[in-house]
């Protein structure tokens, strides 16, 4: 009977334990600002410009003749001004920048996609016509592509006089692809300062349907716009800085501050839990295990709050206290953090 009480005190006191070490989280979706792909060159002002417009003997050089759309020469000087307006549209949102446009160059023969650079001389002129720029970013060349594909489906049709015949269905989808290479010229420095290969491509149904996102254009003119516009958009994306949303874990407490403060984390009161949790550690002085349970909670609101060297701090702090890696493990995404913040002001601010 001494024996069975034992080892029931023992099984009651590891439950405890066991309870205490996975308290009770709730799993709470935050929205983090994230660094953009790539980092814009550090300039204030810039000009957009085109260079990529093709005279018609440029375009047959270019385009095969046997190309869907080889009786449309103008086709790629469309695009490229659709490509050049959803780009300024999006990147003139971001403050590091003033953008403006200034008027194409004059057209140039050329046989290839990729142009010849513009000379030493042509940049020294860039710059005298316009001595408030930093640099001029140009579209220096625009190239499309369709592909084709579909299935065959066997379908039936009843004739009048009660027959059953096979007929075949095409489905068709097309896929336009639009290539765009770029040079960024460093007027001051009279340099090329970047040059880059982009390329997006858009997806159609054979209704007109784009299966990006499933929004109607019509016909083939409409599709060529769409994937343009997307073009432009996408390559302006990758300076741009963005949202994206993760899961944090709290811990959310046994007594009915803390369960209020969780409450207001939840619904995205960072600073009155923070203050809240400061406080229960103030006036409570709680044990160690829960000590580095609010730690974390801490952390996890400094994050929110841009604090985020000092939410590292708190959880190194909180696997002092207790040697969980479950701490030491989060204190190294905030190190990560704290780069992806380096990283945004150097994409905010050029430093």
């Known amino acids: 009977m001494h024996n069975r009480f034992k080892y029931l005190g023992i099984l009651i006191l ?16 935050i929205d983090l600002l994230k660094p953009a792909p790539a980092t814009f060159p550090n300039y204030t002002n810039v000009a957009i410009t085109n260079r990529s417009i093709l005279d018609s003997a440029s ?14 020469p103008a086709i790629p000087n469309i695009i490229s001004n659709d ?6 549209d999006k990147m003139s949102k971001f403050p590091r920048l003033q953008l403006s446009e ?7 023969p050329r046989s290839a996609y990729k142009p010849n650079a513009l000379t030493e001389a042509d940049i020294i002129k860039l ?46 989808n097309y896929t336009y692809k639009i290539y765009t290479y770029w040079r960024l010229y460093d007027l001051k420095n009279k340099t090329i300062a970047m040059e880059k290969d982009f390329n997006a491509e858009m997806p159609f149904y054979y209704d007109g349907y784009s299966m990006y996102d ?54 995205g ?12 550690l103030a006036k409570k002085k709680p044990g160690k295990a829960e000590k580095a349970r609010i730690y974390y909670n801490l952390s996890v609101a400094y994050e929110v709050l841009g604090k985020v060297s000092y ?28 780069a992806d913040i380096e990283m945004l002001n150097i994409q905010f601010y050029g430093k």
């Open 311 to 338: 939410a590292r701090e708190l959880c190194e702090n909180a696997y002092k206290l207790t040697n969980r890696k479950f701490y030491l493990q989060r204190a190294a995404e905030l190190k990560r953090r704290e």
């Open 214 to 267: 499933g929004k109607g254009y019509g016909n083939g003119e409409q599709s060529f716009q769409r994937a343009a516009l997307y073009t432009g958009d996408r390559f302006a994306s990758s300076y741009l800085p963005y949202w994206e949303t993760f899961k944090r874990d709290i811990f959310q407490g046994e007594n009915q501050t803390l369960l209020a403060t969780a409450d207001a984390a939840e619904l």
């Open 102 to 108: 200034i008027n194409p160059l004059p057209i140039a």
């Open 127 to 172: 710059a005298e016509e316009n001595p408030k720029l930093d640099a001029v970013l140009s579209l220096e060349g625009v190239k499309y592509e369709i592909y084709s594909y579909g299935n065959v489906f066997k379908d039936q049709i009843l004739l009048t006089n009660g027959k059953v015949i096979d007929i075949p269905i095409f489905n068709s």
């Open 269 to 280: 009161q960072w600073l009155d839990a923070a203050e809240q949790w400061e406080i229960y």
């Open 83 to 88: 490509v050049l307006s959803s780009f300024y």
């Open 14 to 29: 590891f439950v405890s334990l066991w309870m205490q070490s996975c308290a009770i989280k709730r799993t709470l979706n």
């Open 59 to 72: 375009f047959f050089r270019m385009y095969p003749n046997n190309l869907l759309t080889s009786r449309f």
